[in-house]
């Protein structure tokens, strides 16, 4: 079952550890679309994954503001 939907490239990049790649990725989809909350809760993980607490806090708050569902 898969929880969050994921671009290919993030997925693989997050698969060998590539952080740096997949948060590249999502944050040009973020620019792209800020009520994107898919890409958001991808990467509160990726930035839970770098132990980057505070962005990753962040857009976990965003994914509630932009998804009130």
């Known amino acids: 079952m898969q929880i969050l939907a994921m671009k290919s490239a993030v997925h693989n990049a997050c698969i060998i550890g590539d952080l740096p790649t997949a948060e590249l990725v999502l944050n040009i989809d ?14 509160a993980f990726v930035m839970a994954r770098k132990c980057n607490w505070d962005q990753a806090l962040y857009d976990a708050v965003q994914v509630r503001l932009t998804d009130p569902s």
């Open 30 to 43: 973020i620019d792209a679309s800020a009520n994107d909350h898919t890409a958001y809760a991808n990467r």
